[in-house]
T-cell receptor, first 110, second 113 residues
Framework: DAKTTQPPSMDCAEGRAANLPCNHS???????VYWYRQIHSQGPQYIIH???NNETNEMASLIITEDRKSSTLILPHATLRDTAVYYC???????????FGAGTRLFVKA | DVKVTQSSRYLVKRTGEKVFLECVQD?????MFWYRQDPGLGLRLIYF???????EKGDIPEGYSVSREKKERFSLILESASTNQTSMYLC????????????FGSGTQLSVL
């Protein structure tokens, strides 16, 4: 499975958009990009996933570059409750051997 | 709401003890996973199971075993706990052969003294 690279931490002002980048340059054609987040003392929670098209749901938007080597998770109006560790992972069907790195710790400040 | 339930939130054990961590899911998922999470290392896969009585090693299976006697239950066993197994343990489940997301439990913080 391909690995991902994310910045260790980022800050964002409350109410502003948070843009979290992820590099996955070795992604293969059948691998999806997934984003999860983990709020302190809880298990990771699914946010969004995509293959090659941009995706949007009630939580976030996912922008995947045309070559699929990187992606950006966008939280359009960050709140204090969005402070968490965000994981970008790539996986194929079945999710076996899914690799979670250290993620990006997002601090949303008032 | 769909649920993955881990039996204990916090657990303290002594070196050499046999430890059982239990995980139950109510979504009829085929796949179940055990991860451990340590600061700065992200989540590392210990074992996974894609069916009852089936199991596969993950990246760090040494010192652990698993049991899946029923579809909804996946147990992680530390045969002889050691201090380097002090960690947060997370269970997850998902459907098989789809791009379904992983559902995680809240985790068990295990301390081995």
């Amino acid at each position: 499975d391909a690995k991902t690279t994310q910045p260790p931490s980022m800050d964002c002002a409350e109410g502003r958009a948070a843009n979290l980048p992820c590099n996955h340059s070795t992604i293969s054609g059948n691998e999806y990009v997934y984003w999860y987040r983990q709020i302190h003392s809880q298990g990771p929670q699914y946010i969004i996933h995509g293959l090659k098209n941009n995706e949007t749901n009630e939580m976030a938007s996912l922008i995947i570059t045309e070559d699929r080597k990187s992606s950006t998770l966008i939280l359009p109006h960050a709140t204090l409750r969005d402070t968490a560790v965000y994981y970008c992972i790539v996986m194929n069907t079945g999710g076996f051997k899914t690799i979670f790195g250290a993620g990006t710790r997002l601090f949303v400040k008032a | 709401d769909v649920k993955v339930t881990q039996s204990s939130r916090y657990l303290v054990k002594r070196t050499g003890e046999k430890v059982f961590l239990e995980c139950v899911q109510d979504m009829d998922h085929e796949n179940m996973f055990w991860y451990r999470q340590d600061p700065g290392l992200g989540l590392r896969l210990i074992y996974f199971s894609y069916d009852v009585k089936m199991k596969e090693k993950g990246d760090i299976p040494e010192g652990y075993s698993v049991s899946r006697e029923k579809k909804e239950r996946f147990s992680l066993i530390l045969e002889s706990a050691s201090t380097n197994q002090t960690s947060m343990y997370l269970c997850a489940s998902s459907r098989i052969n789809t791009v379904e997301k992983l559902f995680f439990g809240s985790g068990t913080q295990l301390s081995v003294l």
